[in-house]
């Protein structure tokens, strides 16, 4: 059966690494057998300039009938000044929210030829390999009430709801128990319970479901220790699972361990196993339409979308060595380069994993 991928650009940097990402795809399909049809939709920044809206119900239409969506990035300081509803962040929300994409994986791997790109010293880095499971349609992103309001003295507030149902947190910790189960067999639970209760329920509910999974070995730490512990020694962990918020900033955090933000890429995935992959980082309006973003995150994010919504494992496996051969070669993209001047640019890099794929 033919299988069906949606492709979203989006904004800024986002149309210049998914057209890396159609080449590639289409190559897959003219020469590694692989049965998919590529179509096209706004979401974001584009959607609104277009369809006046940032997830349109043209978008939501293709987006449910797909099997799978790569995504590039949506946003950029255009939009900003927006209503809430308008912006094209919120058409990323309400498509995560929309399509029940629930279960956020953003794994942060080094190449081995990377390990001097990295911030951190090689051998707090070497052969680092971490999960991050990051819970994406709860907490404090949905929960209400929300707002902006006048107090009675005159002075604005702005407010947010942290909530989370014990459903939500069971189905995005047992997803991560499964996960580790299938690795290293340790899953580190991070949230804030000595000060939130919606982090007390979180551990409650990790803790009950922990004798379902006797091979995972489950620990627990505080979100502002985890962020530290993942600079100081990163290779203590396996699986890590958290909300919302805290998964945004530890997984920013973990991308800047394999040398670039450019290098992560991530799946959210729903009960059934419809994905929608897209890299961990944003439209970076700050190098858009200059040709020099690094395309690898979302390259990487096609093998997820092989792996996980196609079931191509072998393909996607093969996306990944051609990875690999690139920057075993010493191409790098201008984030990655010690001398940027000396880098590939986003096309340069896109056609150099296509070229890398082994016959
Ligand atoms: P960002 O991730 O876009 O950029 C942060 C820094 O990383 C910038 O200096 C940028 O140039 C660099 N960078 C990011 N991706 C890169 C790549 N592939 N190659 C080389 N360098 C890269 O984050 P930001 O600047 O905070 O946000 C910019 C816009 O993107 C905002 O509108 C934000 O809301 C949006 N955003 C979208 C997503 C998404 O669509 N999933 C994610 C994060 C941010
Ligand atoms: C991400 C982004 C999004 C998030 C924004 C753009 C809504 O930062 O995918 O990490 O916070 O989830
Ligand atoms: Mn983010």
């Known amino acids: 059966m033919t299988h069906r991928i949606l492709m979203l650009p989006g904004d800024h940097i986002g149309p210049e690494i998914v057209a890396e990402a159609d080449r590639l795809l289409q190559a897959l399909i003219d020469d590694y057998g692989l049965d998919a049809t590529l179509e096209y939709a706004h979401l974001g920044g584009c959607a609104v300039d277009a369809e006046g809206e940032p997830f349109p119900a043209s978008t939501r239409r293709l987006a449910e009938a797909a099997d799978a969506i790569l995504l590039g990035a949506v946003g950029g300081p255009q939009w900003d000044g927006l209503p809430r509803d308008k912006r094209p962040e919120t058409g990323l929300l309400?498509?995560?929210?929309?399509?029940?994409?629930?279960?956020?994986?953003?794994?942060?791997?080094?190449?081995?030829?990377?390990?001097?790109?990295?911030?951190?010293?090689?051998?707090?880095?070497?052969?680092?390999?971490?999960?991050?499971?990051?819970?994406?349609?709860?907490?404090?992103?949905?929960?209400?009430?929300?707002?902006?309001?006048?107090?009675?003295?005159?002075?604005?507030?702005?407010?947010?709801?942290?909530?989370?149902?014990?459903?939500?947190?069971?189905?995005?910790?047992?997803?991560?128990?499964?996960?580790?189960?299938?690795?290293?067999?340790?899953?580190?639970?991070?949230?804030?319970?000595?000060?939130?209760?919606?982090?007390?329920l979180w551990r409650e509910v990790m803790t009950s479901i922990a004798p379902d999974y006797p091979d995972v070995e489950l620990s627990h730490l505080y979100v502002d220790n985890a962020a530290m512990q993942l600079v100081r020694d990163p290779k203590q962990f396996d699986v890590i699972v958290t909300g919302n918020l805290f998964g945004d900033v530890l997984s920013d955090c973990a991308a800047m361990l394999t040398g670039s933000i450019g290098m992560l890429p991530s799946a959210s995935l729903d009960a059934g196993g419809r994905g929608l992959y897209e890299p961990v980082h944003g439209s970076a309006p700050d190098i858009a339409g200059q040709g020099v973003a690094n395309p690898l995150a979302t390259l990487l994010s096609v093998a997820m979308l092989l792996r996980y919504s196609l079931d191509e494992g072998a393909l996607a496996d093969r996306v990944e060595r051609a990875v690999g051969r690139v920057l075993a070669a010493g191409r790098r993209s201008p984030d990655l380069a010690a001398d940027p001047a000396q880098a590939l640019g986003t096309r340069a890099m896109g056609d150099a994993v296509v070229n890398a794929l082994d016959r």
């Open 94 to 200: 309400n498509i995560r929210s929309a399509l029940g994409l629930f279960a956020n994986l953003r794994p942060a791997i080094l190449f081995p030829e990377l390990v001097d790109a990295s911030s951190l010293r090689p051998d707090v880095v070497a052969g680092l390999d971490i999960l991050i499971f990051r819970e994406l349609t709860g907490g404090i992103y949905f929960g209400q009430p929300r707002g902006l309001r006048t107090r009675d003295d005159g002075i604005r507030e702005g407010f947010n709801t942290l909530v989370y149902g014990a459903d939500e947190i069971e189905r995005i910790g047992r997803a991560a128990f499964q996960a580790a189960s299938r690795r290293g067999g340790r899953l580190c639970s991070v949230d804030k319970a000595n000060v939130l209760e919606s982090s007390e």
